[in-house]
């Protein structure tokens, strides 16, 4: 049987339809199997393979070598759109050197990418691995343990839920046999949405410090250390209690030591809330995030290869306001014109609404009194008036 065939089914049910496929391997048989018919692979994108030599007298190497293939692997993920990071490997130490790796390079935390990983390793070995509980649980990230052992070929798709311990046992979310194909637990996405609503309850620590928009204060808990604990109020201190409540999780505030939102080190650490953020200290950080040259792994790149799409988006947008700025004066002026229709000056004279006021003994009156235009002639009353005059009449 062709042990490609699980991975395919996957595959196919992204959604996305214009995702691309980036596989990394050991190099071992097994992983080379799982991805030598690379021409039934369902990726319209296209598919970038890296295959790292493991070596088990110098791993100080292998780590390196796949850092670099992680980096590349960044670097293509912030240019497409979206992509699936499959990882096939039976090496445990390469399994957590990749977590580690991945996990320090942000490679996972760029948007609209996903990681799959393939491998033989049972369950109960996978959970004791450094880093990647930590790498899967907080990334968009599935494990497929595949059991060949067994009369009928079965795999079982497991997913880390967020806040969890590493030692309690992941989501099973579908499965796969060679009778049955792909068959989901939890409909009707592969990757489930682990992050919207959390079925826990978890408690998280959250960092805040003080601006516009929230104040510090303490308030008596008997629970909390000393009888007291920290809160916000303000805006942004109701938006975190609206948060809590949808996403079904509790919270404690902390406070950096230094009482900053943080800057970047010329050794590479950071200082303030982000210090606790990159140690793992705090889960939230909570502050209006700028983006600027000193928190690039929080800004993510926007896509190059789209360009064209943004271009096109700006010419609809200026066709729609040249359409709706003429539609709309030309129906102000047809509006204007049934209101207000022309009219020429006998119709204006004759009518009894109108009337010309003009001080009397001036050159406007002396012109008035001796017109003998026919206009004049119809029997319309021209009111001409002076402040300390009562009105003199002409026909």
Not at 146 to 162: A, E, I, M
Not at 193 to 213: D, G, I, S
Request: proline residues 6%; neutral net charge.
């Amino acid at each position: 049987m062709d042990s490609s065939l699980p991975l395919d089914d996957m595959l196919a049910t992204e959604q996305c339809s214009h995702f691309s496929v980036l596989l990394l391997t050991d190099g071992f048989p097994w992983a080379i199997s799982m991805t030598q018919d690379l021409a039934h692979l369902y990726a319209p994108w296209g598919v970038g393979v890296f295959e790292v030599k493991t070596s088990e007298q110098n791993t100080s190497m292998t780590y390196e070598q796949l850092s670099q293939s992680i980096v590349t692997a960044r670097q293509l993920c912030d240019e497409l759109w979206c992509v699936t990071m499959v990882v096939v490997s039976d090496d445990p130490a390469f399994l957590a050197a990749f977590a580690e790796s991945s996990f320090k390079s942000h490679l996972l935390l760029v948007q609209k990418t996903k990681l799959l990983v393939f491998t033989r390793i049972p369950l109960h070995q996978l959970q004791t691995l450094p880093h990647l509980h930590r790498t899967l649980s907080r990334t968009t990230s599935l494990v497929a343990v595949v059991d060949d052992t067994l009369p009928v070929f079965r795999t079982k798709v497991f997913s880390w839920l967020p806040f969890t311990d590493p030692e309690s046992r992941p989501l099973q979310v579908a499965s796969w046999t060679i009778d049955e194909r792909l068959t989901f637990i939890h409909p009707p996405d592969l990757f489930p949405k682990k992050f919207l609503r959390f079925p826990h309850r978890p408690h998280v620590l959250v960092t805040a410090e003080e601006f516009v928009a929230q104040v510090a204060f303490t308030v008596d808990d008997p629970t909390a250390p000393e009888g007291k604990r920290l809160t916000f109020g303000g805006p942004a201190g109701n938006v975190m209690e609206m948060l809590s409540t949808t996403m079904n999780f509790t919270y404690t505030y902390v406070r950096s030591p230094d009482r900053t939102w943080g800057l970047l080190q010329s050794d590479g650490t950071w200082t303030g809330m982000l210090e606790l953020i990159t140690r793992d200290v705090s889960s939230i950080v909570r502050l209006p995030h700028l983006g600027s040259d000193f928190r690039p792994f929080a800004d993510i790149k926007r896509t190059k290869s789209l360009w064209w799409w943004k271009r096109v988006m700006l010419g609809v947008w200026v066709l729609m306001m040249v359409a709706l700025t003429q539609g709309y004066v030309g129906n102000l002026m047809s509006l204007l014109g049934k209101i207000n229709p022309t009219r020429d000056l006998r119709t204006s004279l004759t009518c009894l609404l109108v009337r010309v006021l003009f001080a009397t003994w001036t050159s406007y009156f002396q012109r008035l009194s001796y017109l003998q235009a026919v206009v004049m002639r119809h029997p319309v009353t021209l009111a001409m008036t002076r402040a300390d005059r009562p009105p003199t009449h002409i026909q």
